[in-house]
């Protein structure tokens, strides 16, 4: 099935930088690409990066790219986002999620719990 | 990415039927994923490629798609399935709908 365990939210200012990370066990990690999927308060869900199982293929949403870099670490099971020129904007509920499928039939499952990041002063 | 447009809100009364939809101008050729989000709770898939339903998911929950519009059907709708609801495809990138509202009266 899986598990993912996300660590790494807290405070951060404006223009601040923070790295987030998610742990997965359960499955070949190495298999599979994941992805971080965020939701800001009272707002919709939104995708933010997805990285392929190698680390070869990286794709990040437009409002994060050049700000945002999704990596990961299979000998640790672990994938991170480090978010730069952080902004209100960008203060959000984080989730990661093992992506499933290929291309047109790509879904997301499981989701981690989640990790809050709060850009405020 | 592109557009998906969900309606804001849906009501049903228990026991009845609820239809959530999504549309898209490329729907037909990318495939459709439903997620439920409970307060609080991670999202949990529970459609994905149109109509496939994941081990643990009632029944109760289909989905399907015509033209240009996907649909997520509750039957027999219960108060445990009040909750948000996203569609969510992916063409070069993800891209999920604007949520909907499912309320049980």
């Known amino acids: 099935e899986g598990q993912l365990f996300e660590s790494g939210g807290g405070p951060v200012q404006p223009g601040g930088t923070l790295t987030i990370s998610c742990v997965a066990s359960g499955f070949t990690f190495r298999n599979f690409a994941m992805s971080w999927v965020r939701q800001a308060p009272g707002k919709g869900l939104e995708w933010v990066a997805t990285?392929?199982?190698?680390?070869?293929?990286?794709n990040h949403a437009d409002s994060v790219r050049g700000r945002f870099t999704i990596s990961r670490d299979n000998s640790q099971n672990t994938i991170y986002l480090q978010m730069n020129s952080l902004g209100a904007d960008d203060t959000a509920e984080y989730y990661c999620a093992r992506t499933l499928g290929d291309r047109i039939e790509t879904w997301f499952d499981p989701w981690g719990q989640g990790t809050l990041v709060t850009v405020s002063s | 990415s592109y557009e998906l447009l969900q309606p804001p809100s849906v009501s049903v009364s228990p026991g009845e039927t609820a239809s959530i939809t999504c549309s898209g101008n490329k729907l037909g050729d990318t495939y459709v994923s439903w997620y439920q989000k409970k307060s609080g709770q991670p999202p949990v898939v529970v459609i994905y490629?149109?109509?496939q339903r994941p081990s643990g998911i009632p029944e109760r929950f289909s989905g399907s798609i015509s033209g240009g519009t996907a649909t997520l059907t509750i039957s027999e709708t219960q108060a445990m399935d009040e909750a948000d609801y996203y569609c969510q495809a992916w063409e070069t990138s993800g891209t999920f709908g604007g949520g909907t509202k499912l309320t049980v009266l």
């Open positions: 990285i392929s199982g190698s680390g070869s293929s990286i």
């Open positions: 490629r149109d109509s």
